[in-house]
Nanobody
Framework: QVQLVESGGGLVQAGGSLRLSCAAS????????VGWFRQAPGKEREFVAA????????YYADSVKGRTTIARDNAKNTVYLQMNSLKPEDTAVYYC??????????????????????WGQGTQVTVSS
């Protein structure tokens, strides 16, 4: 069992930046692919970004591409989500999730919630205009 704990959320003005962290309890986390999702009030949880076990491949939703970077430090069992040029529409609870596989094999869709086996409790990001 892997426990995931997100941190780094908060209130920021539009145009600002935040770095979210996802810390895992187990060393096996370093062999898992990881994704970030977000859920705004009244909306479905949606994909934000994903990264393979080595960090060699990253994926982004169109809505955050160019403003967001996902990275990981396997020595620290931590995945980061750096978000820049934040917009009010980025306001949501952000969740990290881990899949019990190192990469997204053909047919495994990195943007689908069903791909992931473990989820954190989320961290709130609020962007004011």
């Amino acid at each position: 069992q892997v426990q995931l704990v997100e941190s780094g959320g908060g209130l920021v003005q539009a145009g600002g930046s935040l770095r979210l962290s996802c810390a895992a309890s187990a060393r096996t986390f370093s062999s898992y692919a990881v994704g970030w999702f977000r859920q705004a009030p009244g909306k479905e949880r949606e994909f934000v970004a994903a990264i393979t076990w080595s960090g060699g491949n990253t994926y982004y939703a169109d809505s955050v591409k160019g403003r967001t970077t996902i990275a990981r430090d396997n020595a620290k069992n931590t995945v980061y989500l750096q978000m820049n040029s934040l917009k009010p529409e980025d306001t949501a609870v952000y969740y990290c999730a881990a899949a019990r596989q190192p990469t997204f094999y053909t047919g495994t869709l990195y943007y689908r919630r069903e791909t992931y086996d473990y989820w954190g409790q989320g961290t709130q990001v609020t962007v004011s205009s």
